[in-house]
């Protein structure tokens, strides 16, 4: 045991063990890109989220924080790829809830973005009130989910009678927010207006903590800017030609004739377009998700979201 | 050549919770065996031969200090094939048997495939294992049955120098014989044999030089010829008949009786009076022995002596 | 050399054989499998699927069971019952004693698998009264399922270099339970900030990842698994386990014998 050939030997598993552990580290990497979604493949194969449930051995809580963060991953990597569906996200967040009724955040952010239009959601608002109503049921409590349960009936079904249920449930509620109330007696009279539903996004903007929920409220108000600013300047538009003659080639134009302050510009700091034919157009159609005017005519297809 | 040669070889155990307090268990170890010697390698128990051994056997590492074994380092394959080691107490694979244990050993040290079943037979044989026991399993061996295949693993690859530590532990009597016959049958054949043991009649009557261990320090090295036989000037003298006693005491000389047998030690000089006493009372004289040194007597003289530079 | 690997992995293959712990853990696992058919009242789509998901998860399960029970013997039990030091004063390196004992016991886990799977082929074939070509991927999972092995054998011959077998059990059972979430590990990472981010998502790499190598449930749902995923996984498996070893053979080099 001496000496000389021994430190060689050393040496040489030394440098041999680091260099197999990075090998192994690159292998990883490159099996991780292979197969991003591979490990949610199980989630297709539970027999029943409640057999899992019981499977857990009591670590429920664990389980339910893996699949919660499984759920948020699978959202965002499919999202910022533009997925035009999310055929996990119910199954994700149905056995999060299951193994951990009480996440509310999982119901929350079931009820934003399994309802919404893809690319931007699943499309499949039924299943969000289903989750809801779930939610509701082992958190009767909790005005959150009221709230949430009413937003999807107003914004995206259209049912403002069903909304109104819902928000008059949760205003009853012994520690509940008072805007509920408003909100109740608003979706009788003017359900269907933008007014509505700034107030709505507003509020589920300010009801959560979760970034995924606000920022996805935030660019539902700013798109309701949007189409709240387009009509005023095709207006506008329309009465500077009534009252000059002139088409005017730009915004420019009616900055100097007094008409406008300066030029005007969306919510994300770029100046709108002015067409020849006197409609206003966003300068980066890309960047906005939820916007109903604002875009070109042709080719680009929202499905119109639901008011 | 020697066939051990070590230069200020010593270990150091850090021991304690923390490590911290430092145990010596060699002081620096100069000592050389030569090539075809048989070297007994002494001392009581604790006294740091394991220690040595584990050190010259590439076991443990040496805090200080180095050796060579037949010229080479301990860590060369090569050199390694020509030595065979026996530690003391050693166990074995348990579910093995002694031919698969064996073969397995011959293995490693790279005895050709085709001679393995003749030398490892030839081995057991010599080792005095009876054939029935070699396809049973280790486990259901006695102590003196292990010792013996533990000296077969030791020698079946024909190594040049053999380290035995205590040999003769476990075995009885008839055992002891045997392997006292086998070393010196080894010994015969050229191989250099290194063993550690505390039983001096074993070591007076094999080895060529002994070594003397205590506390870790080297106590002396010596030839045993040298060191055993010379006469201490005295003589034993055995009688039978009590009637004596009296007057051998009045002269001085103790007497030691069992029963109607009495033993006086008397100084050389003195013999021829001690004798005249007991014809005088009508004793009968049973022997008369002159007394020599034996090696318990180098052993004990070197455990109380201060270290010694070696030769 | 390679006689030495050769004597010293047959031997280590040997003693796992005549341990009975081994049989108790076959018989065990067979008798698994083989209930699985006993469910007599569903549909034998359902079946086929329930006995390959039982089938193959038993396999993997004692499998990584026998690796941990006998892999954290392997250098510490030599080295209290001494039966070692015969061994090391022959002209044998120490990493060829630690690549051997690698080899021999990995050996005594494919001979295992290998078993359990004829077993869970016989159990198929009666079932199914034949088999069709996507069975062909039931091998694959089985062949990652090695791979998996590959992995926890060669932790537990890390951990058995240093430590004692208590630890050394429980360290390798550990990891593997945190291997089997090392993905779910790297997302907790991606999404935390600072110095969590940079040590979690670290962590993540390091410990072996088993949710890459467990293909049970595609496998059950018929499904075939990629050839590149069988390369990356291959090398995956043997760069970490080699890794690992060699650690072991740093760790062994430079150990003093007491």
């Known amino acids: 045991m001496s000496g000389r ?57 664990l389980l339910a924080d893996i699949y919660w963060t499984r ?53 499949e608002p039924e299943r969000a009130v289903e989750l809801i109503d779930k939610g509701i049921k082992a958190n009767p409590d909790d005005w959150h989910l009221y709230y949430d349960l009413g937003f999807l009936y107003a914004m995206n079904m259209g049912n403002y009678e069903a ?11 012994p520690h509940t927010h008072p805007f509920l109330k408003i909100l109740a007696a608003d979706m009788a009279e003017h359900g269907g207006e933008l007014e509505t539903a700034r107030l709505l996004w507003e509020t589920t903007y300010n009801s959560t903590d979760d970034p995924g929920i606000r920022s996805n409220a935030m660019r539902h108000l700013q798109a309701l800017d949007v189409d709240e600013t387009v009509p005023k300047l095709e207006d506008l538009i329309r009465r500077y030609r009534e009252k000059t003659g002139i088409e ?9 004739a007094g008409w406008l302050r300066r030029i005007p510009t969306d919510p994300l700091g770029m100046p709108y377009k002015l067409l020849p034919d006197g409609t206003v157009q966003v300068q980066d159609p890309e960047a906005w998700s939820f916007i109903r005017r604002g875009l070109a005519p042709k080719g680009t297809s929202e499905s119109p979201q639901k008011p | 050549m020697a066939a051990i040669e070590t230069v200020a070889l010593r270990k150091t155990y850090q021991v304690g919770f923390w490590r911290k307090k430092p145990k010596v268990a ?45 010229g080479g380092e301990i860590n060369d394959p090569a050199i390694r094939s020509r030595i065979g080691f026996l530690p003391e107490q050693p166990y074995f694979y348990d579910y093995l048997t002694p031919l698969e244990l064996l073969n397995y050993y011959a293995a490693l040290s790279a005895v050709p ?33 292990l010792q013996r295949v533990g000296l077969a693993q030791a020698i079946v690859h024909e190594p040049k120098v053999v380290v035995l530590d205590e040999p003769m532990s476990g075995l009885d009597p008839m055992g002891r014989r045997e392997v006292r016959d086998l070393i010196e049958e080894l010994n015969h054949e050229g191989k250099t044999i290194f063993f550690s043991t505390h039983i001096l009649s074993d070591a007076e009557a094999l080895c060529d030089r002994v070594a003397v261990l205590n506390r870790g320090e080297l106590r002396g090295v010596g030839v045993v010829a040298d060191l055993v036989g010379s006469v201490k000037g005295n003589v034993e003298i055995m009688w039978h008949g009590t009637a004596a006693n009296t007057d051998m005491e009045a002269k001085g000389f103790s007497c030691h009786a069992v029963g109607e047998t009495v033993r006086a030690i008397v100084p050389e000089m003195e013999v021829d009076k001690a004798i005249d006493i007991l014809r005088n009372h ?16 180098y052993f004990l003289a070197k455990l109380g002596a201060p270290a010694e530079v070696t030769q | 050399m390679s006689n030495r690997l050769g004597a010293i992995a047959f031997n280590t293959f040997r003693e796992a054989v005549r341990d009975r712990v081994l049989y108790n853990l076959i018989i065990f696992a067979l008798l698994m499998i083989g209930s699985s058919l006993l469910l007599g009242q569903i549909t034998i789509a359902v079946q086929k699927q329930l006995l390959i998901n039982l089938g193959l998860t038993a396999i993997s399960i004692f499998g990584v069971l026998i690796a941990i029970f006998i892999g954290i013997g392997l250098v510490s039990k030599e080295i209290d019952k001494r039966t070692l030091y015969t061994v090391l004063t022959r002209p044998v390196q120490r990493w060829e004693f630690i690549v051997g004992k690698f080899f021999g016991l990995v050996g005594t886990l494919v001979v295992n698998a290998g078993l359990m799977t004829v077993g869970f082929f016989v159990a198929l074939l009666y079932l199914m009264h034949g088999l069709v070509r996507s069975d062909l991927s039931i091998l694959a999972a089985v062949y990652f399922i090695l791979l998996q092995f590959l992995i926890v054998t060669s932790i537990a011959l890390l951990l058995s270099s240093f430590s004692t077998p208590i630890e050394s059990a429980v360290l390798t059972f550990a990891i593997f339970v945190v291997g089997s979430f090392s993905e779910d590990l790297r997302s907790f990472a991606e999404a935390a900030k600072g110095a969590a981010h940079y040590i979690t998502m670290a962590i993540s790499y390091l410990i072996p990842n088993f949710s890459a190598l467990n293909y049970i449930a595609s496998v059950a749902h018929g499904e075939a698994i990629p050839g590149n995923i069988v390369l990356l996984n291959t090398a995956y498996a043997i760069l970490y386990a080699g890794s690992a070893v060699c650690a072991a053979s740093l760790i062994f080099q430079n150990r003093n014998m007491k």
């Open chain 2, 113 to 145: 495939a085709k001679d393995r079943t003749r030398r490892i037979e030839a081995t057991l044989k010599r080792v005095g294992l009876q054939e029935d026991a070699w396809g049973t399993q280790l486990r259901k061996f006695s102590k003196g049955m």
């Open chain 2, 26 to 70: 060699l002081r620096p170890l100069n000592l050389s065996v030569r090539e075809g010697e048989v070297f007994g390698y002494l001392g009581p128990n604790g006294a740091g031969k394991t220690t040595t051994l584990r050190l010259l056997m590439g076991l443990a590492a040496p805090t200080g200090g180095s050796f060579k074994i037949l």
């Open chain 2, 282 to 297: 009508g004793a009968r004289l049973m022997a008369v022995t002159p007394m020599r040194t034996t090696l318990e007597d």
């Open chain 1, 163 to 173: 909304a109104e249920k819902a928000f008059d449930s949760g205003s009853k509620l």
């Open chain 1, 71 to 123: 759920a948020v991953q699978y959202f965002g990597w499919n999202h910022k790829h533009k997925a035009m569906s999310y055929p996990l996200l119910y199954p994700l967040l149905e056995i999060t809830t299951e193994l951990d009724p009480h996440l509310i955040v999982a119901y929350r952010f079931g009820a934003t973005f399994l309802a919404q239009e893809p690319p931007d959601g699943a499309g």
């Open chain 1, 5 to 61: 050939s021994q430190r060689g030997a050393s040496l040489i598993l030394c440098s041999l063990m680091l260099l197999m552990l990075g090998g192994s580290v690159l292998a990883l990497r490159q099996i991780t890109l292979a197969r991003p979604e591979a490990r949610l493949q199980d989630v297709l194969y539970i027999p029943s989220s409640k057999a899992l449930k019981r499977m857990s051995l009591g670590y429920n809580g």
């Open chain 1, 248 to 256: 005017p080639t730009s915004f420019f134009e009616l900055v100097q």
